[in-house]
């Protein structure tokens, strides 16, 4: 049992979260839920599914994996990510699951969130899809003009490996000729702004080639 004051703190924290919660024994069965988790797991269509089982919003494979994770007892946190709620029968929310033991009986389950992540993730790799596929030489720096990324054709392009250029100064990969280039634009971007030009490109066997940079 918590003090007073804290027991009117927790409960705050518990009913006002944004995340679904809920308070379960180590069988499973809910002890409490707080509104959000009311709100989306149907609650108030349903009252009587605020009593039953945690279990019955989620997947076989994901309900034997907290049923294992419950019987053990653990005394550390787990989560599992982008998990799909069941509810009426139908998947519908995807969640990212946190199980944290309370004390020896009970646990609290939190389900945030986890569809605009999700979506993030999937417009990255979609952007990264489309960077890699562009025959144009796109590479990514930090502060220091140190290569962090390149796409697949800067290895078509310059003959050299990604492995060779991470980390290493971008200005490399110009002529020497085009010194007074690279300091204009390497100026110009510590100020903010954008640069287009054109340049002589050194490739791994030392030929040199013209592109058109920005």
């Keep these: 049992m918590l003090p007073a004051g804290r027991e009117q703190w927790w409960r705050c924290f518990f009913e006002q979260s944004e995340d679904a919660q809920l308070i ?37 494979s994901v309900r034997h ?82 290569i962090i990324f390149a796409n697949a054709a800067l290895h078509t392009v310059t003959g050299y490996s990604v492995e060779d250029v991470l980390g290493r100064p971008s200005a490399f990969l110009r002529s020497d000729a085009d010194r007074h280039r690279v300091t204009e634009y390497l100026e110009a971007v510590k100020r903010g702004t954008d640069w287009t030009g054109e340049l002589l490109n050194v490739c791994a066997d030392g030929r040199e080639y013209p592109v058109e940079a920005t």
């Design 24 to 60: 379960c024994s180590s069988n499973g069965l809910i002890v409490e839920a707080n509104r959000r988790a009311a709100q989306i797991l149907g609650f108030a269509a349903d009252p009587m599914r605020r009593h039953g089982s945690v279990f019955d919003f989620f997947t076989p």
């Design 65 to 146: 994996k907290i049923e294992d994770w419950l019987r053990r007892r653990h005394s550390r946190s787990e989560v599992l990510p982008a998990i799909s709620l069941v509810t009426g029968g139908y998947l519908s929310y995807l969640v990212d699951v946190h199980v944290t033991p309370l004390d020896g009986a009970s646990w609290l389950i939190a389900l945030r969130d986890a569809s605009r992540r999700w979506r993030m993730e999937s417009h990255v790799q979609r952007l990264m899809t489309a960077v890699n596929s562009t025959p144009d030489v796109v590479y990514l720096t930090d502060t220091e003009s140190r």
